[in-house]
């Protein structure tokens, strides 16, 4: 609360006007105010002073701001929280209230100065009243300025009578200004409530969009994890056939090398007899050896992974076109228009699903979490298929889907044949190694 300017100049204490002079505001030239701020240049503020230099309407909410030092044009640099991140001068604000205390004890002790007496009586005549009003001059006077003095030839009328108007033409007004005042009172109100809704309902729909685009992250997760175990499964499957394959001849050729350096050693043999003794049984051997080798033949694109070729153009269509629905609105066609256009048939329309509650999303969502089932999750693509058609982008999609899987179901029966017809050419390789 500032001091009276009267109670300031009054004051004959030469120190207490020099404290005065230390505690006068820079921006308001008063005493200051509590709270006192402290900038970081150490000089000090009222709150209030420095929150109108401030300004917050010229800064975004949250963010801060910057001014400068009304003293020393310093540069202030605030935080978020703005004035009111700056810290309080206690030493200042006690200051002020010894300062205010010593202040209204002096004012005691001297007498209060006279009040002014209102001024009810004419200027020209001191002895009479204000009686009537000049109309043409708009100024209250007296009878005599009426009959002797300036306003001899005016039109007045009595006082009283242009109290009570004007007093009732005042009340008027201001009973108006009231109801108007309450209306827009009202009207704020309602902006308020408006502005409430709209974030509260902002945040309602922010929510369940990210809720959906979850679903769909995790549904393509899923996805993602089926198709890569498929590729997996197929590599296991050759890697496993082609390691068996490899153990397989890395053994026979460990067996016919051996058996290589043992006809060798007895060709090297010099006695005859000896040689001849050995030679029957290597001959059979090396013979059997020869004649009971055969090679697995393989599929020439037996390495080759091409067949998993995936093609999501049209996904990746569909996901650029991705927007909130648009409600249309029924246009009443007239009779004219109705006999005009010819009959055609209806066309199919893809109406989505109507978007559960939230409260029943996450119900559902943590009944899934807790007992997850090996099924894959039902997609939009299936709902689409069930309707038929292939007539716009995601039905196309669909439609290359189901024809891929059939092609993979055809290629793995192929494969499945192939393994059989090597199964049975290494049965018969081992029957001859057992043979050796």
Request: with cysteine; charged share 30%; proline share 6%.
């Given at each position: ?51 109108e230099l401030y300004q917050p309407s010229l800064f975004q909410v949250g963010i801060g701001g910057r001014f400068r030092c009304p003293s020393c044009r310093r540069e202030v640099v605030l935080d978020r929280h703005g004035v009111y991140g700056l810290q309080r001068n206690l030493l200042v604000e006690n200051i002020i209230d010894v300062y205010k205390q010593e202040l209204q004890e002096s004012e005691s002790s001297r007498p209060p100065p006279p009040k002014p007496l209102p001024q009810f009586n004419c ?314």
């Open positions: 609360m500032s001091l009276p300017l009267d109670i300031r100049s009054d004051h004959k204490d030469p120190s207490m006007g020099t404290l005065e002079k230390q505690l006068i505001c820079p921006i308001c030239l008063d005493v200051f105010t509590k709270p006192v701020v402290i900038l970081p240049c150490l000089h000090n503020l009222c709150r209030k002073c420095a929150n200027a020209d005549h001191e002895d009479e009243k204000l009686n009537i009003y000049c109309i043409t001059c708009q100024v209250p006077t007296c009878s005599l300025c009426k009959v002797f003095g300036a306003h001899k030839n005016c039109q007045v009328v009595p006082l009283p009578d242009v109290y009570l108007q004007e007093k009732a033409e005042l009340n008027d007004r201001v009973a108006s200004l009231v109801a108007t005042n309450e209306r827009v009172q009202s009207f704020v109100n309602e902006l308020e409530a408006l502005c409430r809704n709209i974030e509260e309902n902002s945040r309602i729909q922010k929510q369940i969009l990210c809720k959906k685009f979850d679903r769909m992250s995790a549904i393509l997760e899923e996805r993602r994890k089926i198709m890569t175990q498929q590729i997996t499964s197929e590599q296991k499957e050759k890697s496993g056939w082609t390691q068996s394959l490899l153990q397989t001849y890395s053994e026979h050729v460990d067996t016919n090398s051996k058996l290589i350096q043992e006809a060798q050693n007895a060709i090297e043999e010099p006695e005859m007899a000896s040689f001849v003794q050995i030679s029957k049984d290597l001959i059979v051997k090396v013979g059997e050896a020869s004649n009971c080798f055969t090679l697995e033949t393989l599929d020439p694109d037996y390495e080759n992974m091409n067949h998993y070729k995936v093609d999501f153009d049209a996904e990746e269509r569909v996901l650029h076109q991705m927007d909130f629905l648009e409600i249309e609105e029924e246009v009443e066609e007239t009779p004219d228009e109705q006999e005009s256009e010819p009959e055609s048939e209806p066309e199919p329309v893809l109406t989505p699903e109507p978007d559960p509650e939230p409260d029943q999303d996450l119900k559902s969502e943590a009944s899934e979490m807790t007992n997850p089932t090996p099924e894959t999750p039902e997609t939009p693509e299936d709902n689409w298929e069930q309707e038929g058609g292939c007539g716009d982008i995601r039905k196309e999609a669909v439609c290359e889907k189901n024809s891929l899987s059939t092609s993979q179901v055809v290629t793995l029966a192929l494969y499945f044949l192939a393994f059989l017809v090597i199964l049975q050419r290494i049965w018969g390789s081992i029957q001859c190694l057992t043979c050796i």
